[in-house]
């Protein structure tokens, strides 16, 4: 308990509380079921890719390539219902394979050549908007069949359905990250590369999977996102990447790696959401979202950098005789 | 202690790039004995650690035998299954995982585990707590930890996998006499249950405390095995030094009036009550083990590290550095160890490694190199130092290690330092060119220049110092006349502390 209270994510808890607070104030709407809801399902997009971004931060990495990725299986999808049919199960098992291929493609750059991933997934994303905007000529696809719409319109107690692939998609990483021997070496990785190869783990097939973990969240995106959208458009992924790694790192995690939690990350979609939704309501103008939200991701990765450096400095002490030892 | 062969290595070389770090070395561990390995820096003691642990491959040729059978690690989960485990002297742990997952995630690895069951390691990790005779919570965070508990967490690692072999490399470096003498206590009981120990140290009353037998190594030889009993510090260390590597004899050279003067310069945490005076015209060398803190005062004499007390005098002046903008403009030029990562331009041509630091007076008004002067700068340089090939257009990574050091040295000396720091400046390049920069430095003290040599190589400092300062723990342990001074003196001062010998705590 005490733990909890000192961690990151009580923080964050707190910000996302006093928010509440000054929005409801302002705007009573805010505090009911239906705006909540509302807020949620809008946010399971952003929220289950950022479950896939949380691993590549943890271990130091970042992938910018998501909002291409993401917007290249919506289309992939899309033409496929269109033109051939199919049925959920086989929409489900391409959007999320082809995502999962695409973050192979960057995995492989990143753990067989080494390449730094920023530049991995710079280049990825580049080619994959570009190939879209030859695929699609920039159209909309619009005449998506009427039982992935219907399907998008379940809800089970009053739940829409896109929220439960958002709690699927935490609990399952939560289950990687802390009851698999992969997922401890994501920690592993991103807490001292070195030490995790000397441990004996395989750093290049972590982060294969983790990519590839990634690729598979982003299609599972993909999908949740067009039965929500009930079209598909090209481009509406623009700057997704941002909103994505801003959630992570507002989260807790910290983006020289080795920290970060399914929990944290949650967190870090609700305050991203309620921001939003917030300054919506108390009539706001947006653009003070983008300044609010890059401020804090500034403040939170000083914060961890200025730390990382003092144990930097303790680690390379020197034991001068005659001076009390550092250690005990 | 039983007397049965359990390791053997025969013929083990490893060749790095223009060095030969390890050269056929035949040796054996017995089980249940502890073996120290000693020698000076870049003997090859750390080569030899990372091939038995599986960090490193040998060169074909070379066998190592487990119980009279062959084995080959490629990987160090190989060295793992054959139950040699290695404590780091980085410790090698993970700061942002629990003291459970520190000492268990590597067996879990070795186990080919792909879940995570939290209650067995718990116990796991409880059991060999228990086996050290160690309290500590499991649940806490590695870096929150002592350094003296992250060592022990990192023998309870060992622990979990059996370990037949059981090395630490300087597992003293931090901490207290009493975390040492438990420390040995530990070691003595794992001795007891038939575990091997490969101890590595640079503090000699403590390899003469806890081992059975002790190996010498020397630039990468094998100078020999003896039982404790055979040794005593005096001779250990005239096994330990003693290189073959001979240069060009020193010769006396006058010096000039006092140029920079340090008074009780201390950091802490890095140095302590550091005081010396360079002359004009002087090379001084600063040696010493490496972490004994002789990097350090050269970065504060640079600026780069700020001292809590003490001053430093420049020519009777004293001067309030505190950045290396301002070093520089008072005439103080520092090269660091780290050659390719700190001091060229890596993929760029000879003509821009060398110019780049005097761009500014090569451009006419308008900020425009001027080509013709940059040919006379470039060409004078390369002249003036020798660089071989003369090309100014080949890039600088295709030089040898030799002339890429007199490329950095000529940058440097475009400032026309009054004081020349040079850290390990002969660090990875061949005999020859050692000599070459050694010549090199002599000319430039000639001139007037006060130079400060860091340097682990014996027989280099002695070749080319006037005057020799030995740094031990963050302090001066003693200065030579080079007329004093010999290796055997040198590396007494450096392991035991010197004349004044201070107490080891």
């Known amino acids: 308990m005490k733990q909890l209270l000192r961690s990151k994510e009580a923080g964050i808890l707190l910000i996302i509380v006093l928010l509440s607070l000054l929005i409801t104030l302002k705007n009573p709407v805010f505090l009911t079921s239906s705006n909540l809801l509302d807020i949620l399902k809008n946010n399971t997009v952003p929220g289950i890719v950022a479950m896939g971004m949380l691993l590549v931060i943890i271990t130091g990495g970042i992938d910018v390539s998501v909002g291409a990725m993401t917007a290249a299986v919506t289309v992939i999808i899309g033409k496929y219902m269109v033109h051939a049919g199919g049925n959920l199960l086989t929409v489900f098992l391409l959007g999320c394979g082809s995502g999962a291929i695409l973050g192979a493609i960057n995995g492989f750059f990143v753990a067989k050549l080494d390449i730094p991933p920023i530049v991995v997934t710079l280049g990825t994303m580049s080619i994959i908007n570009g190939g879209m905007l030859y695929y699609t000529g920039g159209s909309w696809i619009t005449n998506i069949p009427k039982w992935f719409i219907d399907f998008g319109r379940i809800k089970l107690l009053g739940i829409p359905v896109q929220i439960l692939f958002l709690v699927g998609a935490a609990v399952l990483t939560h289950w990687v990250l802390r009851y698999t021997l992969i997922g401890r070496g994501v920690f592993a990785v991103g807490g001292n590369p070195i030490a995790a190869v000397r441990a004996g783990f395989h750093k290049d097939k972590i982060l294969l999977f983790l990519y590839s973990y990634l690729g598979f969240m982003v299609g599972l995106a993909a999908v949740v996102h067009t039965s929500i959208m009930r079209q598909v458009d090209p481009n509406a992924f623009f700057s997704f990447e941002m909103t994505v790694i801003a959630a992570v790192v507002l989260g807790g995690a910290n983006v020289l790696g080795g920290e970060g939690s399914v929990f944290g990350t949650i967190l870090g979609v609700m305050m991203l959401a309620v921001i939003q939704n917030g300054l919506i309501l108390a009539w706001i103008p947006t653009y003070w979202q983008q300044i609010v939200v890059g401020a804090i991701i500034l403040l939170a990765v000083s914060l961890d950098v200025m730390q990382n450096r003092r144990r930097q400095d303790q680690l390379t002490r020197i034991d001068v005789a005659g001076e009390a030892p550092f250690g005990g | ?505």
């Open chain 2, 1 to 505: 202690m039983a007397e049965e062969r359990f390791l053997q290595m025969e013929d083990l070389s490893k060749t790095y790039p223009g060095v030969k770090a390890l050269d056929k070395i035949n040796m054996e561990i017995r089980a249940g004995e502890v073996h120290a390995l000693v020698g000076e820096n870049g003997a090859g003691k750390s080569t030899l650690i990372k091939i038995l642990a599986g960090a490193e491959i040998p060169d074909p040729g070379g066998r190592i035998l487990i119980d009279g059978e062959p084995v080959s690690f490629a990987h160090p989960l190989e060295a793992l299954r054959r139950r040699i485990a290695v404590t780091y002297q980085d410790l090698s742990l993970f700061p942002n995982l629990s003291v459970v997952e520190n000492i268990t995630i590597s067996r879990k690895i070795e186990e080919g585990a792909r879940h995570i069951d939290w209650r067995e390691m718990r116990s796991t990790a409880q059991d060999a707590l228990a086996k050290l005779d160690l309290d500590i919570d499991l649940t806490t965070r590695l870096s929150d930890l002592s350094l003296a508990n992250q060592q022990l967490v990192a023998i309870a690692r060992a622990l979990v996998h059996d370990a037949r072999l059981l090395i630490l490399d300087e597992p003293t470096s931090s901490l207290s006499a009493e975390e040492v003498n438990a420390l040995f206590r530990v070691i003595s009981t794992l001795k007891a249950q038939g575990m091997s120990i490969l101890f590595i140290s640079h503090k000699l009353d403590e390899v003469f405390a806890i081992s059975d037998r002790i190996t010498v190594l020397r630039d990468g030889q094998h100078v020999g095995t003896y039982l404790r009993e055979e040794l005593d510090e005096e001779k250990l260390i005239s096994l330990m030094v003693g290189r073959k590597i001979r240069f060009m004899q020193y010769e006396k050279r006058s010096v000039g009036k006092p140029l920079l003067e340090v008074k009780h310069l201390h950091k802490k945490g890095n140095f302590a009550d550091i005081s010396f005076t360079l002359h004009q015209g002087e090379i001084l060398g600063l040696t010493g083990l490496v972490g004994a803190g002789r990097t350090e005062v050269a970065q504060a004499i640079f600026g780069r590290i700020i001292p809590d007390s003490g001053q430093i005098y420049l020519r009777g002046k004293e001067m309030k550095i505190t950045s290396t903008t301002q070093a520089v403009q008072a005439g103080i030029a520092y090269i660091p160890e780290s050659r390719q990562t700190q001091g060229l331009f890596l993929g760029k041509t000879l003509a821009d490694n060398l110019s780049v630091t005097r761009l500014d007076s090569l451009a006419n008004q308008f900020g425009i190199i001027r080509i013709d002067l940059l040919k006379d700068y470039v060409g004078k340089w390369i002249q003036r130092l020798s660089i071989r090939p003369p090309y100014p257009k080949m890039l600088i990574d295709q030089f040898s290690g030799g002339n890429q050091q007199k490329a950095i040295l000529a940058k440097w000396l475009a400032y026309e330092p009054t004081v020349l720091i040079v850290d390990e400046p002969t660090n990875g390049i061949d005999v020859g060119a050692k000599s070459e920069i050694h010549q090199l430095l002599r000319e430039l003290a000639d001139q007037g220049i006060g130079i400060i040599m860091i340097s682990s190589e014996l027989p280099e400092v002695l070749a080319v110092c006037d005057r020799i300062l030995v740094m031990r723990r963050g302090r001066v342990a003693a200065e030579f006349p080079k007329d004093d001074a010999t290796q055997e003196k040198i590396m007494n001062a450096a392991i035991l502390g010197g004349d004044a010998r201070q107490d080891v705590s």
